[in-house]
């Protein structure tokens, strides 16, 4: 292994032999491993134990660098007042204060560089810009994998429907077990049929009797 170092700076560039060549590809794969295990038992280990909330959203279809198709998830309300003296900066780290309002739905209820006293639950998320007292900001868990043979629906949705995510959250840290549209799972969104009823239904209550809240029986159980 040579590592010839050039004549400014403190960068070096080397170059691998075939024994260690081998031993930096067995490296890079065990690491990366390392990393899906880490992400699924983390999944897991979120809903398992988190606090289970529903949050409006807007899912959107994507394609990342590697061709996998997901769902990009928005959530509208995503700007709330800051707590603190000290405006924040673009790209901290802050915590979001929620709850659920009388519906069951997430309540956004302010923003802050710190975390809440005890008994009260927190989203990690990050400052995308800051205005008038007023924060808007962003969380990590902005996406849904879906099989792409089912994602064909998502072009369907009209900007009447309810859509509700099924949201896991454990100390800040947030997943989505679940994405309901007017009561039906994402994923069975393109059965035309199915859709055309629910929106009938929906049209047919009132105002007052339209449900905000996904019916219980539609989200996914609590694993045991």
Request: charged letters at 20%.
């Amino acid at each position: 292994m040579k590592f010839p170092l050039p004549l400014q700076g403190f960068h070096f560039s080397f170059s691998l032999d075939g024994r260690y060549r081998w031993i930096f590809f067995v490296f890079v794969v065990l690491v990366q491993f390392a990393v899906v295990a880490y992400m699924g038992w983390r999944w897991h280990n979120i809903a398992v134990d988190g606090i289970p909330y529903q949050w409006r959203c807007v899912p959107r279809l994507e394609v990342s660098a590697f061709g996998t198709d997901y769902v990009r998830v928005v959530f509208p309300e995503d700007t709330t007042q800051w707590k603190d003296d000290t405006p924040p900066e673009k790209g901290q780290q802050i915590y979001v204060y929620i709850s659920r309002d009388t519906s069951g739905l997430m309540e956004i209820q302010g923003a802050s560089a710190s975390k809440p006293f005890v008994g009260g639950d927190y989203m990690q998320a990050t400052v995308v810009s800051y205005q008038d007292g007023f924060v808007q900001f962003q969380v990590g868990f902005d996406r849904y994998r879906m099989a792409p043979e089912l994602t064909d629906g998502i072009y369907n949705l009209q900007p009447d429907d309810s859509v509700i995510a099924s949201i896991r959250m454990k100390r800040g840290e947030g997943v989505i077990e679940g994405i309901f549209v007017n009561g039906i799972p994402l994923e069975n969104i393109s059965n035309g049929a199915a859709m055309a009823k629910a929106r009938q239904e929906k049209e047919a209550q009132t105002l007052f009797d339209r449900p905000h809240l996904v019916d219980t029986g539609m989200v996914p159980p609590k694993e045991e």
